[in-house]
């Protein structure tokens, strides 16, 4: 069967455990690794892995980008280089998966709105965080039954999974994900609180949601909602897990979470970024799936044109 | 020879004194402490001329959750309304990363805080340098405030400092959020810190109650060269409360020590302001014994007694769990989770299903 074929921007951890999941899917295929540092291990295991690799960043992939049928690239570099990355490969017809902060397509979480970003056929859509693809599906699962005043989530996770990008810009993380659970999760405000723990042996990445809803919450209709959403999640994540809840006092609706890793190229205790790049899979999976059945066609993006007075105002 | 014994050459070192019962007081009080009520105690600590006082919800700025408690005011409305009314005190905040951001923080500078403690785990101040800058170009006193430094080891948590100082720190503190250390385990990692930081880095300790070693711990911060010390007026904090600011200064001043501050004036906000505000006595009591002894953050506490109430298990069986799993702060969303984990294997509450 015919596959797609992927290039991955950022040779780090995320960019790593991407290829393993690519290349066990049935519709992807990986072919380019895209790096800045020719010494960079993460190049070398890519091309010991049998991808093609280039050590002179985007610049480096786009003259093989037709040659090669490229059509779905994933971005795991950074915030400030993202948005150049995603315009020169959207100029060639190359759909971009965006795990970076950076956040200027539509805001990505399988089980809640994949299906919407594929029949639009955006070029470009954004994977939020790994607190936000953990957390908003529950926040989803509960705002579709009854309307969430606010929504509140705590992300606790094991110190070595979290590197040095994210470390020194908390507050992002913090903005990104409180957005993203209004904007996805569908609560009216957000919060997002982030805990690294220490611990050794590392400790399983956990997820605590709070929803308060207006009215009485339908507890019924909730767990039923909130079940039948941790099953949608679990077709990519296996190790999402309900440990407790959910569990009501008042209006407040808490719901406790897991989330282990597949194991591929991170630890299993790393759920955060599993589920990162298990969702970045699984959203690139979906448009494959419509491009080989020919439902939607990716077309190059025009550069963008000069804001004009009237946009602007 | 007890490792307490006077030491001569304290006499006359300066130490500054930082209440804290308006800041983890707040924690002690289910974060209900009214506008009035914190005037009021702010203007007679500061009239016992205490230098610095910290004012916010118990987890600082961004407190305000479900997570940590809604207190009864936002933070600005608590600032705004404390630091007009100091004739001489200066007023702090406490900002964790993960959870304020500096977004607060410049709100919380406009509103007149002046100092601020930027706190992260003892093995995780890589989280703070952003916070750190934000601080100092705002032009704030800067503290970097390392939490459960029992869990790091003293060359560890004196690696820690340095990062914090290379951010910008101007004071790095050693943290006893669990009230576990010993005298021994202070000075260690004071002097730790003293070895590796700039001379001007000042070194503080913030020290609580659980085992009783509040303020013989601060004394023995003192000797290996702290000089900022935090305290609570009465112990009004977490746990069995913080170091008793009182008793303290008490012990300062027969030791030389000199804090600046009315020893006189301080006991009667003790016993005349603080003391009818508690809502239960702020004491070594078994459960907060347990904290101190199990090493577990403070602020637990209430949140396992509430626990207890709901599921039936006993908040010292919680909180010995919570110190098994390396629960830190941050993590009261997990007293709940292992609350009901250890309800279901007692036969006490079932898994939900689903109903078709």
């Known amino acids: ?313 | 020879m007890s490792t307490l014994n006077i030491n001569p050459s304290l006499k006359g070192r300066k130490v500054i004194v930082h209440d804290m019962c308006l800041r983890d007081g707040m924690h002690a009080k289910r974060e209900q402490i009214s506008i009035e009520q914190m005037v009021k105690v702010a203007k007679a600590i500061d009239d016992a001329g205490v230098p610095l006082l910290q004012v916010t919800h118990g987890a600082g700025l961004g407190g305000n959750s479900l997570q940590h408690g809604f207190a009864l005011a936002t933070n600005e409305a608590y600032l705004s309304a404390v630091v007009p009314q100091l004739k001489q005190a200066k007023v702090s905040v406490l900002l964790i990363p993960g959870l304020g951001t500096m977004r607060e923080l410049r709100s919380a500078h406009a509103c007149g805080a002046r100092s601020v403690h930027v706190a992260t785990h003892c093995t995780e101040a890589d989280t703070s340098p952003q916070h750190i800058a934000c601080a100092r170009e705002l032009g704030m006193d800067t503290t970097g405030f390392l939490m459960m430094a029992h869990l790091n080891t003293p060359e560890g948590l004196a690696q820690q400092a340095k990062l914090m100082e290379s951010y910008g720190a101007q004071t790095v503190y050693v943290t006893d959020s669990a009230g576990y250390m010993l005298p021994g385990d202070v000075k260690a990692r004071v002097q730790a810190l003293r070895d590796v930081l700039k001379p001007e880095t000042e070194i503080g300790f913030h020290g609580h109650h659980n085992l009783g070693m509040g303020v013989a711990n601060s004394i023995a911060a003192i000797e290996a060269g702290a000089s900022r010390i935090d305290a609570s007026v009465a112990g009004l904090g977490a746990g069995a409360g913080n170091t008793p600011l009182e008793v303290f200064v008490a012990v300062c001043e027969r030791m030389g020590i000199d804090t600046g501050v009315d020893l006189f004036k301080l006991m009667d906000v003790a016993e005349d302001v603080i003391v009818p505000m508690m809502e239960h006595m702020v004491r070594v009591d078994r459960e907060s014994l347990t904290l101190g002894f199990a090493g577990v953050y403070s602020t637990f506490l209430l949140h396992a007694k509430r626990c207890e109430k709901r599921f039936g298990v006993p908040a010292r069986d919680i909180l010995v769990e919570l110190g098994r799993k390396k629960m830190i702060g941050g993590q009261e969303d997990m007293i709940e989770d292992t609350a009901m984990t250890l309800a279901k294997e007692r036969g006490l509450l079932n898994d939900v299903a689903r109903a078709a």
Request: with cysteine; glycine share 8%.
């Open chain 1, 1 to 313: 069967m015919a596959k797609i074929k992927c290039a991955l921007i950022g040779s780090g951890n995320i960019g790593t455990d991407l290829i393993y999941k690519i290349q066990r899917s049935p519709v992807l295929e990986p072919v380019w690794m895209v790096g800045i540092d020719p010494q960079s291990e993460g190049l070398a295991r890519a091309r010991d892995m049998g991808l093609k690799v280039t050590a002179e960043g985007v610049d480096g992939l786009l003259p093989h980008v037709k040659a090669d049928g490229i059509q779905i690239a994933f971005d795991a570099t950074s915030a400030y280089v993202h948005a150049e990355n995603s315009r020169k490969l959207n100029a060639l017809g190359v759909m971009m998966i965006d795990l970076t902060p950076a956040a200027i397509g539509p805001l990505c979480v399988p089980p809640v709105n994949l299906r919407e970003h594929a029949d639009k056929c955006e070029m470009n859509v954004n994977m939020i965080s790994c607190a936000g693809q953990a957390t908003i599906p529950i926040v989803n699962a509960v705002s579709r039954v009854q309307s969430v005043e606010y929504a509140e989530i705590v992300a606790s996770l094991s110190s070595r999974s979290v590197g040095p990008g994210t470390r020194a810009n908390l507050d992002e993380f913090t903005f990104t994900t409180s957005n993203a659970l209004v904007k996805v999760g569908g609560a009216r405000r957000g919060k997002a609180l982030c805990i690294i723990n220490p611990a050794d042996p590392p400790v399983i990445m956990r997820n605590t949601i709070y929803c308060l809803t207006d009215g009485e919450p339908d507890q019924k209709a909730i767990i039923d909602s909130v079940l039948a959403m941790i099953e949608q999640v679990q077709k990519y994540v296996p190790g999402y897990r309900l440990v407790n809840g959910p569990i009501f006092d008042g209006k407040k609706v808490s719901v406790f979470m897991e989330v282990a890793g597949l194991g591929d190229y991170l630890p299993r205790y790393a759920g955060n970024l599993d589920i990162m790049t298990a969702a970045a899979c699984r959203t690139a999976e979906m448009f494959a799936e419509e491009i080989l059945a020919g439902t939607i066609t990716l077309k190059p993006t025009a550069p963008a044109a000069a804001i004009t007075a009237q946009e602007a105002a």
